[in-house]
């Protein structure tokens, strides 16, 4: 069975910590994506990677950025978190190759995350 | 720029009832459209999709979706539902982002079923 991986499913940080969601795929996918989810706003893309070291920014990337050493891990960073990044983060992979097409999504369970 | 509005953020049925979400899309090109499905405490995942073959789409579970051009929507239904399709439904559509075609979700209607 494919498998996404996200190490916490809660956290509770606060304001100004620095903060790491780790993501881990299993299926030898290219590509990687972090969304946030917010009630009534749907799924927000805040950066993606479609290969090893490459990473592009999605809609919200503002307050984070993100790691991808090796092809299976996909990390998402918040530098110095803040209230308004409490949220639910989700991690997907996506197996089409190169940067056609990247509709099937395999996500992960998520991470609701705290910031106090 | 490619979105979609889905009309009703909670919808409730009986159980054995049509279960019917809607969603309407914009789109300045011959869209991709999507299902995604949420249960609890779960990630998303796929329940179906169009891409331009056959404008009825048949999905997991009984769902299915029709593709109306003239309407810019794909609404999804299922004749009888069951216990078990309470969760979130996110339709979503394909769009450019950078250099890769990325989704763009909807915010979501939660369907809750009724004993």
């Known amino acids: 069975d494919v498998k996404v991986t996200q190490s916490s499913r809660y956290l509770v940080k606060r304001t100004g910590e620095k903060v790491f969601l780790e993501c881990v795929q299993d299926?030898?996918?290219?590509?990687m994506f972090w969304y946030r989810q917010d009630p009534g706003l749907g799924l927000r893309l805040i950066y993606f990677s479609y290969d090893v070291k490459m990473k592009e920014k999605g809609d919200i990337p503002e307050g984070y950025s993100v790691s991808r050493e090796k092809k299976e891990r996909f990390s998402l960073i918040l530098e110095s978190a803040s209230t308004n990044q409490t949220s639910m983060y989700l991690c997907a992979s996506s197996f089409d190759r190169g940067r056609t097409t990247n509709e099937k999504l395999f996500f992960g369970s998520g991470t609701q995350l705290s910031v106090l | 720029a490619q979105s979609v509005t889905q009309l009703g953020s909670h919808v409730s049925v009986s159980e054995g009832a049509l279960v019917l979400l809607r969603c309407n899309y914009s789109?300045?090109?011959?869209?991709?459209l999507f299902w995604y499905v949420q249960y609890p405490n779960q990630g998303l995942q796929l329940l179906l999709k169009?891409?331009?073959?056959?404008?009825l789409v048949k999905g997991i579970n009984g769902f299915e979706a029709e593709f109306k051009k003239s309407e810019t929507s794909f609404h999804l239904t299922k004749p009888s539902a069951h216990m078990s399709d309470a969760a979130e439904y996110f339709c979503?559509?394909?769009?450019?982002?950078?250099?890769?075609?990325?989704?763009?979700f909807g915010s979501g209607t939660q369907l809750t079923v009724l004993p």
């Open positions: 169009y891409t331009s073959a056959a404008t």
């Open positions: 299926m030898d996918h290219e590509n």
């Open positions: 979503a559509v394909t769009r450019v982002s950078g250099s890769a075609r990325q989704l763009t």
């Open positions: 789109s300045s090109v011959p869209p991709y």
